[in-house]
């Protein structure tokens, strides 16, 4: 997806030094490499083995939905990680050298993942919502999580993948002398999505609007409003017994604090990965008219804009998985039957939440 994003300089611009730039991007993406592949390999050996469903998926709990969202998230964003020394390698030497069929493939996974990781995370705090928030707990089924995931997939997945695939390129191209372009050897290989400016406009928002708006709305609105609730029911089960200078000055549970701590870290990170990509992506159509977007400050935003991706992948294991009390439980020891919870970090929340 980088590579749909360059124009060439103006000509009254002189073009920024790479060389600096390129060889900054590549050290970072060696580090997001060799943390977030070993990583998210390891979480994903370690739930398969802890045999995360049974023999039907309609009796999956909602521990054991939790945990399967998880897996998959880990295989899409290792998936996206293991395109990355392709990625390094096109950035750095700005030509493809890894054949027709690798580019392909190459640049399919790299937007599939990357939409279809953020579908996941939304899927996961709807359906926390709608258990812990909604009388639906008691009635809901597996098969009913499956409705906004395949919506979101549908929409934010499959249909921007198609039309990315149908004008992805491989070609040579050879350049006259005096063009300035920052290669070393002629002809250059090129690998991207070869779209018409307008249409790419229009690609460009369908792809931000269902895959940063809409989710990071909804993912932001659940966790408010699951935090709420549960402050809520506490209170309430509190303030009976308690004068109302006492329900004043009482304390939140450490449960509480640490379920409010887990959500922000994943809101921040979520924004803070996504949100300058998205910056560097889309207000280029709004600027370009009267702001030159080839200035060094803008290239260097965008090369780093273009890593954050990637380092979500690389940290979401961490988040999700590490740092998930039952996640972690399943992790490093066997399996046991125990009372259903949801993967928060404070073990005590679902029985505080889920009970009436």
Same mark, same amino acid.
């Given at each position: ?55 039907? +998926?309609?009796?999956?709990? !909602? ?6 969202? #998880?897996?998959?998230?880990? $295989?899409?964003? *290792? =998936? ?123 690609? +460009?928002?369908?792809?931000? !609007? ?6 990071? #709305?909804?993912?932001?609105? $659940?966790?408010? *409003? =699951? ?130």
């Amino acid at each position: 997806m980088e590579a749909s994003f360059d124009y060439m300089p103006d000509q009254d611009i002189p073009p920024p030094d790479m060389e600096t730039a390129k060889g900054i991007m590549v050290i970072i993406y060696c580090v997001v490499f060799f943390i977030g592949t070993p990583g998210n390999l390891w979480i994903v050996y370690k739930l398969l083995r802890a045999r995360l469903w049974s023999s039907s +998926a309609a009796h999956l709990t !909602v521990s054991q939905r939790s945990r399967l969202y #998880i897996l998959a998230l880990a $295989c899409s964003d *290792l =998936l996206l990680l293991l395109t990355l020394p392709f990625t390094a390698s096109y950035n750095f030497y700005g030509t493809w050298i890894f054949g027709e069929a690798l580019c392909y493939i190459t640049l399919t996974i790299e937007i599939v993942t990357k939409i279809f990781s953020v579908v996941l995370l939304t899927v996961m705090s709807l359906e926390r919502y709608v258990i812990v928030c909604t009388r639906l707990r008691n009635s809901f089924q597996s098969w009913m999580s499956l409705v906004p995931l395949a919506l979101g997939t549908f929409f934010g997945v499959v249909l921007p993948s198609i039309f990315h695939f149908v004008h992805i390129i491989h070609q040579n191209i050879n350049f006259e002398e005096n063009e300035r372009v920052d290669v070393d050897e002629f002809p250059v290989t090129i690998c991207i999505p070869n779209m018409d400016e307008n249409i790419f406009v229009y690609y +460009a928002h369908y792809t931000f !609007v269902t895959g940063f708006v809409i989710p990071f #709305i909804i993912m932001t609105s $659940c966790y408010i *409003l =699951l935090v709420r609730h549960v402050k809520q029911k506490f209170r309430n089960r509190k303030g009976h017994l308690l004068t109302v200078s006492a329900q004043k000055r009482l304390r939140e549970p450490r449960y509480l604090m640490e379920m409010r701590k887990s959500i922000w870290r994943i809101a921040i990170f979520h924004f803070i990965c996504w949100a300058p990509f998205w910056l560097f992506t889309i207000t280029p159509f709004f600027v370009r008219s009267f702001a030159p977007i080839t200035t060094i400050w803008v290239v260097y935003g965008r090369l780093f804009a273009n890593s954050l991706p990637y380092i979500n992948a690389a940290g979401n294991w961490v988040l999700y998985a590490v740092l998930n009390s039952d996640v972690r439980k399943h992790i490093y020891h066997q399996p046991q039957k125990t009372k259903i919870s949801y993967g928060f970090n404070a073990p005590r929340i679902c029985h505080v939440t889920l009970s009436r």
